[in-house]
């Protein structure tokens, strides 16, 4: 006699796969990250966009990439006039050319975080809206709180970060705050000043840009993050850690970080976009971004 279970036996993985649940399937779905583009932080290719923006631009498009993510008005040998010697209205058909778009920008707004004063901020805010952004992305803290913020320091950031959140908001775009690992500091009151920008700042204004690497490099789980804030990292830049020192770099996919478990928890994240960026590169940069444009495509997305 055929009994139920001798059958699925002999069927085989095909015909037992027709008495899987559709609620086991959509389940496993639902645990797959939303992004299916994928985007480049620029900032990784610096000293190839300031010698040639053009052809740059045209071999990321040629890797694959989707989108990018630009950095404008930084000082020191970064800073240069427009992107990389061409106005908006230039570098948005440099985009369109090579099917690229841009979603999200970092902005320096150190002046108005400092001071107060917007007349650089609202200049930024102008930019992010005529190449077509949605995310206005604030980089760092100034450099006094990185080395020597407080309490309170922190605090004033996040009614700063709030200002500017419905500066952009008038402009259509959303602000969202880049960390690195200084934020992740114990403020002496059993709470990190990164948890002080967090609960500190609307929730319906202001996003988070989670920089895994540096969030790992702190001592943090991500997928323990989501669970914490859900909703609130609007965009990853994906980079990995060297297995040996956790102060290196190195491509998306050689390293020690687990990307797939952080992205298979991505949907309670609130994700929106992805960038995969490398601080520094030891080997040829195209070769390098073509090493973790692959990974995030076939292992991730």
């Not at 008005?73 to 099917?99: H, I, M, Q, S, T």
């Not at 920008?105 to 150190?110: E, L, Q, R, S």
């Not at 992805?274 to 692959?294: G, H």
Request: glycine share 8%.
């Amino acid at each position: 006699m055929t009994t139920r279970r001798s059958f699925l036996q002999k069927a085989g993985l095909a015909g037992a796969a027709a008495f899987i649940s559709p609620s086991i399937i959509t389940s496993a779905l639902a645990h797959s990250p939303k992004v299916s583009k994928i985007g480049i932080g620029l900032f990784t290719l610096r000293e190839q966009l300031t010698a040639d923006v053009k052809a740059t631009i045209e071999h990321v498009a040629k890797i694959g990439y989707n989108q990018v993510e630009t950095y404008y008005g930084y000082p020191g040998k970064y800073e240069v006039k427009g992107f990389w010697g061409l106005e908006a209205r230039d570098f948005n058909a440099l985009l369109k050319a090579n099917n690229l778009t841009s979603p999200s920008g970092h902005y320096n707004v150190t002046e108005f975080l400092s001071t107060g004063d917007d007349k650089v901020l609202k200049s930024h805010i102008e930019v992010a809206t005529s190449v077509g952004q949605k995310y206005f992305v604030i980089p760092a803290l100034p450099t006094d709180i990185r080395t020597n913020g407080t309490f309170d320091d922190y605090k004033k950031m996040a009614a700063r970060f709030n200002t500017v959140a419905e500066l952009c908001k008038k402009s259509g775009l959303k602000l969202a705050y880049h960390n690195h690992n200084f934020e992740f500091k114990d403020q002496g009151k059993g709470i990190t000043g990164y948890e002080i920008l967090l609960s500190e700042t609307d929730t319906k204004l202001v996003g988070f840009e989670l920089d895994i690497f540096w969030a790992v490099n702190a001592g943090l789980n991500p997928v323990d993050m989501f669970k914490k804030n859900p909703g609130r990292y609007k965009m990853f830049h994906v980079k990995d850690m060297d297995k040996q020192d956790k102060a290196i770099f190195t491509e998306v996919g050689s390293g020690r970080i687990d990307f797939k478990s952080i992205f298979a928890a991505s949907k309670t994240a609130g994700l929106d976009y992805i960038f995969t960026e490398q601080d520094l590169i030891t080997k040829e940069p195209f070769e390098s971004i073509t090493e973790s444009y692959n990974y995030v495509k076939n292992q991730l997305i």
